[in-house]
């Protein structure tokens, strides 16, 4: 009797701390859209946010989107195979990467990279005290320190994904063209013909929504980092475990909205 | 060292990725652009099971347009096509939905309709719209197909497929090889016999050979006229007499042979022999007289003609009558009197002291003559020989059937004068009668000039014909 009821106390415990935690994060969100729409905008420290999150990623960005594209022409060159359809393999690279994988995948890259790095610097910053002196200098740190961070996100993500997409799409026409020998025109007119201008943008908001996340979350657990450097330790696993898992969610169902 | 400010790197950054999505939203989209401007035709179907919006329509395998919308109504799926701006598709075009392969994707294929016919405009509707092949039907035929071949396969496994079966084929298989082993003994065995049948055949062959020689004896010494037969032979028209009647002599004798009474008698009477023989050759005789009459009889035809001219300058009349004789299609004579108003001329030249006076005189009343022979090639017909007591030669022109005839004569022929040129056309009005126009004597130095019209009448006389043919038969 006790030890159900202990396991049904630590139950509605995990609840209500998820709950709780979904809670702060939107009013995170809430008082982050107030912030950046208030004057005067700080442009010198979005455009640092963007340089970290976008231009110092696109070496992971470039290198997974190749050869994912590169092992998604392998792959399905197989299958269609069988069909003696070789020449869907490009619509099929395409398809994968604007809809899916280029979204994604870099939503994951720039988690490991941009979203760990910010809560691990925003963790650093709130227990060395660095966020109390910011409230003191009456310097909001939502509009000082978050608000760059997601406005940077949630642009470059997209930006992000298009050399995502060129890259794998590049990358499967490689393979699929140089090394497999499905013949060219076929391979080119096949992804002109099946993609459609609505998968392109459809993954760049998809890509978006993910910048969002990752940002928010990353800030999120960044900012209420307690208990040191080890706090700030597990707030920047958090942060990426939590953002990755709230990615690959929230895809199935924004793909479930939006095609 | 050279470095860039955080704005330049993110600026350049974003720019490249831009263009990047520029190209590929181009290269994708590259359709939807000079789409948006095309028109609208709309197609009715059947059933359109499997086409999508945006499907592809292809001319000829190049992709003209997409499908719009597809809509219902009536009963019959609507599809809306947008077609590129500068693609005319006549109004007679054919329209129908395929797929790429037997799983592959639906598209609408249109064939292109008859050129110069007017275009289809904005929302207007093609009208030739082909039924779908549907594949359940094909499927659903085929199992039909595999069934019907089970079904034979089945009842063939009952004939051969038993014990039974196999029994009977092989007993078939085993009377054939008898077969054709008693068919080999035969063989072998007369083989002898064989040879000795084709050199008895040899053998006759060569006694024939001698027989024949000796014939040819016989035939050469009959055609010499040696004996009775040669006499016999040598006469013509007995021998082909003969060859008609053997037939029917064969006959007689036959019963005669058998008979051997009365008639037997006779026969082997010197004096009966005699006789008929007499009574055979006068009877050859009359047959071929009869045959030449009647194979000329046929040939020959001869025709009537009487043809009157006025001459208008002139005011007279002139008369011909005519006899064709045409013993051949393309051969004829023509025999004929023509009475001339102008008479008959006479010249005479009387030299008195080295001056020679000419004296020309004309005889109202006499009759002047035509005798000519013709020839006929095709539509053209040249004739010659005198021509109203002159020497003169003409030629005819035939046309639409003969219904039509065109001739010119020239006679007259003398160094002092033009000679005596006639052309006139001549037209079949009904059967036998004709109507003609021309103009006589057209160079004419002696006012002799005139145009004329006549008519003339023309039969062909068959009671003539057999007077002329019926040439008399010798009689003994």
């Known amino acids: 009797m006790n030890r159900i009821s202990i396991a049904l106390d630590n139950f509605g415990r995990a609840v209500l701390s998820n709950v709780e935690e ?28 963007m340089e970290f999150v976008g231009v110092k990623s696109i070496y992971v960005v470039v290198l997974t989107g190749t050869f994912t594209g590169m092992v998604l022409a392998l792959q399905s060159y197989y299958g269609f195979r069988m069909f003696s359809a070789e020449s869907l393999v490009g619509s099929t690279v395409a398809l994968s990467m604007t809809r899916e994988l280029g979204p994604v995948l870099t939503a994951l890259m720039v988690t490991a990279r941009a979203g760990s790095a910010m809560a691990a610097e925003l963790g650093t910053m709130r227990v060395t005290e660095q966020i109390d002196a910011l409230y003191v200098m009456a310097a909001n740190p939502v509009k000082h320190l978050i608000v760059p961070r997601i406005v940077a996100s949630v642009f470059m993500l997209p930006i992000l994904t298009i050399v995502s997409d060129f890259m794998g799409i590049m ?13 060219e025109g076929s391979f080119v007119r096949n992804i002109t013909r099946y993609v459609d201008l609505d998968d392109l943008y459809n993954g760049l908001i998809k890509a978006a929504v993910f910048g969002l996340i990752l940002s928010l979350v990353g800030c999120y657990k960044g900012f209420n980092t307690s208990g040191g450097a080890e706090g700030v330790g597990r707030a920047t696993t958090e942060a990426v475990v939590l953002s990755s898992i709230t990615i690959l969610i929230s895809d199935y169902f924004l793909t479930a909205i939006m095609f | 060292m050279f470095s860039i400010s955080t704005e330049a790197k993110v600026g350049l950054f974003v720019l490249v990725a831009l263009i990047i999505l520029g190209y590929m939203s181009f290269r994708v989209g590259e359709y939807g652009f000079g789409l948006k401007k095309g028109y609208i035709i709309k197609a009715a179907f059947e059933n359109v099971t499997g086409l999508d919006k945006d499907a592809s329509i292809l001319v000829a395998g190049v992709e003209v347009g997409r499908v719009e919308s597809i809509a219902l109504k009536d009963g019959m799926a609507v599809v809306s096509m947008r077609i590129l701006p ?9 329209v129908s939905i395929k797929s790429y392969g037997i799983l592959g994707d639906k598209y609408i294929e249109i064939e292109p309709g008859t050129r110069g016919v007017s275009s289809l405009g904005e929302g207007e509707e093609i009208t030739r719209v082909e039924k779908q092949a549907d594949i359940d039907k094909i499927l659903r035929d085929l199992g039909t197909i595999a069934q019907d071949v089970m079904a034979v396969t089945a009842s063939l496994k009952k004939v051969i497929g038993g014990e039974e079966g196999v029994e009977n084929l092989s007993a078939i298989v085993r009377n054939t090889r008898e077969l054709s082993d008693n068919l080999n003994k035969v063989v072998k065995q007369n083989d002898e016999k064989f040879s000795v049948m084709v050199d008895s055949l040899k053998n006759a062959a060569m006694q024939m050979d001698k027989t024949f020689s000796a014939l040819s004896d016989i035939t050469e010494r009959i055609n010499e006229g040696e004996g009775t037969i040669g006499r016999l032979v040598n006469d013509r028209e007995v021998f082909d007499n003969l060859d008609r009647t053997v037939a029917s002599l064969q006959d007689i004798t036959d019963k005669i042979n058998k008979g051997e009474g009365t008639i037997g008698k006779l026969v082997n009477d010197e004096e009966t022999v005699e006789n008929l023989n007499a009574s055979l050759k006068s009877l050859d005789r009359s047959m071929e007289g009869i045959d030449r009459y009647i194979s000329k009889a046929e040939q020959f035809r001869t025709f009537l003609s009487y043809r009157g001219e006025y001459l208008f300058d002139t005011s007279d009349a002139k008369s011909y009558v005519d006899i064709k004789i045409q013993p051949k299609q393309d051969k004829f004579y023509i025999l004929g009197v023509v009475a001339d108003p102008r008479g008959k001329r006479t010249v005479t030249e009387t030299t008195t002291g080295g001056t020679t006076t000419r004296k020309e005189k004309w005889e109202r009343d006499e009759l002047l003559f035509n005798l000519m022979i013709g020839k006929r090639y095709k539509d053209i017909v040249l004739r010659g020989g005198i021509l109203e007591s002159t020497g003169g030669v003409g030629i005819d022109y035939f046309a639409f059937d003969d219904t039509l005839k065109f001739t010119f004569e020239a006679f007259d022929f003398d160094a002092d004068r033009d000679p005596h040129l006639k052309i006139y056309g001549e037209y079949r009005l009904f059967k036998h009668v004709y109507l003609m126009a021309g103009w006589d004597d057209f160079i004419s130095d002696e006012r002799n000039s005139s145009p004329f019209a006549g008519i003339a009448i023309r039969f062909e006389d068959d009671d003539l014909k057999y007077l002329l043919t019926s040439s008399p038969i010798p009689t003994k």
């Open chain 1, 22 to 49: 979904m809670g702060k994060i939107l009013l995170l969100f809430v008082s982050t859209l107030v912030w950046m729409v208030r004057p005067p905008l700080k442009v010198r420290l979005i455009f640092k946010q």
């Open chain 2, 86 to 94: 500068d693609v005319k598709l006549e109004r007679d075009v054919r």
């Open chain 1, 171 to 183: 990358g499967g026409y490689f393979v699929g063209v140089t090394i497999l020998n499905i013949n």
